[in-house]
């Protein structure tokens, strides 16, 4: 009978709430929540996990709706969490990279730029924000290098031209930014 109680308890801890934060149908539900629009409904079906098991990708969206709404230091908070949960997930320091330099810390936000690349280096928009972090110091050379790499992984996004035409011009290089300028005109030409 204690082996019966013993083997019930686990089937228990196996398919009960411990399966909240794995649960593939319960992240589509979230994810379907929250992409649309339906932000309290998600926040709230999150909160619903006990805090230990969520995932990294439930805290990021916890901190995205933190955001969303407002709450700075709780979408940090978030953001932080989902680091904890999972150091190697990436949009995790992406995000937390991007509130800071909404929120006029570009030192800090150019520092999680740099850990998400460490995670994934092909991450366009991470370089591309991190050159915006840089223009914001003043500190063009690197914004240039930020760029280009951008431009590198994504050759089609017209903003990653404009800004390297405009940190050209900074680094008065007038040549430069013509050319740069040029490619920006062309993409967006192209998409109409």
């Known amino acids: 009978m204690k082996k019966l109680f013993v083997v019930f308890a686990l089937l228990l801890l196996v398919t009960g ?15 379907t929540m929250y992409a649309a629009n339906q932000l309290d409904s998600a926040f709230n079906l999150i909160l619903s996990i006990p805090q230990e098991e969520r ?9 995205n709706i933190m955001q ?9 908070f978030m953001y932080e969490h989902s680091l904890a949960a999972d150091p190697k997930y990436y949009k995790a320091s992406y995000n ?8 006029g810390k570009p030192n800090m936000a150019i520092e999680k730029y740099k850990a998400a690349l460490k995670i994934k280096n092909d991450f366009a928009y991470a370089y591309y924000n991190m050159a915006c972090a840089y223009i914001r ?8 290098n930020a760029l280009l790499d951008a431009v590198y992984f994504k050759s089609t996004e017209p903003d990653f031209y404009y800004n390297l035409a405009y940190v050209y011009k900074k680094l008065n290089k007038t040549k430069d930014a013509t050319l740069y300028l040029g490619y920006y005109n ?3 030409n192209d998409r109409k």
């Open 17 to 31: 709430r411990a399966g909240y934060a794995a649960d593939s149908d319960f992240d589509m539900q979230i994810n």
């Open 55 to 63: 995932t990294a990708e439930q805290w990021l969206i916890l901190g």
């Open 68 to 76: 969303d709404k407002g709450r700075i230091g709780d979408a940090e």
């Open 96 to 103: 937390l990279a991007n509130l800071y330099l909404a929120n």
């Open 137 to 144: 110091l003043g500190e063009y050379r690197k914004a240039k």
């Open 186 to 188: 062309k993409i967006v």
